[in-house]
T-cell receptor, first 113, second 116 residues
């Protein structure tokens, strides 16, 4: 069972470079989320999607873009990486019902120098 | 604005004792769900328990129970008979309904230390 898969798991970028994080889920979930986790700040919602072709801003969307062209994939893009974007990024998905828990990927550790 | 507050950055509990981790939330959406997750040092997120805003009874899952006080907007996690393996970060989360766009946000977390 693959569940939620994030690629890459680790990445080092230089300031100004761009990159895309890919999240793939095989559970046919409607909802997908991108979070960043920083020490002492818990998980903060970057962007999320409630269905194929839809995206919405979360708590900390600046500097990130997302796309959900296929139901199973949710891409997170950094157009011009900054050191403040050094973090661990988690993708999650859930079914579209009230009690639908989030299923998380293993996380992607991004360092921006 | 949607908000989750966990006021205890760290907690200590003796093995086999019970412990309560606090969580308060703020929402104007009448329909919402509350979740607790555990994150051990290995980093994965583990779902523990769920409470719906319209549920009349407190949720329970094994040694975990959720003390839901709707009027006070609190959703505290109670862990009974603590075990050494319970040492981890614990996060409270809330998903609003249609009014809130179905987004799910998390609190800052509480680190639990279980002492032998």
């Amino acid at each position: 069972n693959a569940g939620v898969t994030q690629t890459p798991k680790f990445r080092v970028l230089k300031t100004g470079q761009s990159m895309t994080l890919l999240c793939a889920q095989d559970m046919n979930h409607e909802y997908m989320y991108w979070y960043r986790q920083d020490p002492g700040m818990g998980l903060r919602l970057i962007h999320y999607s409630v269905g194929e072709g839809t995206t919405a801003k979360g708590e900390v969307p600046d500097g990130y873009n997302v796309s959900r062209l296929k139901k199973q994939n949710f891409l997170l893009g950094l157009e011009s990486a900054a050191p403040s974007q050094t973090s661990v990024y988690f993708c999650a998905s859930s079914p579209n019902r009230g009690g639908g828990e989030l299923f998380f990927g293993e996380g992607s550790r991004l360092t921006v120098l | 604005a949607q908000k989750i507050t966990q006021t205890q950055p760290g907690m200590f509990v003796q093995e086999k004792e019970a412990v309560t981790l606090d969580c308060t939330y703020d929402t104007s959406d009448p329909s919402y769900g509350l979740f607790w997750y555990k994150q051990p040092s290995s980093g994965e997120m583990i779902f523990l328990i769920y409470q719906g805003s319209y549920d009349q009874q407190n949720a329970t899952e094994g040694r975990y129970s959720l003390n839901f006080q709707k009027a006070r907007k609190s959703a505290n996690l109670v862990i009974s008979a603590s075990q050494l393996g319970d040492s981890a970060m614990y996060f409270c989360a809330m998903r609003e309904g249609r009014t809130g766009g179905f987004k799910t946000i998390f609190g800052a977390g509480t680190r639990l230390f279980v002492k032998a």
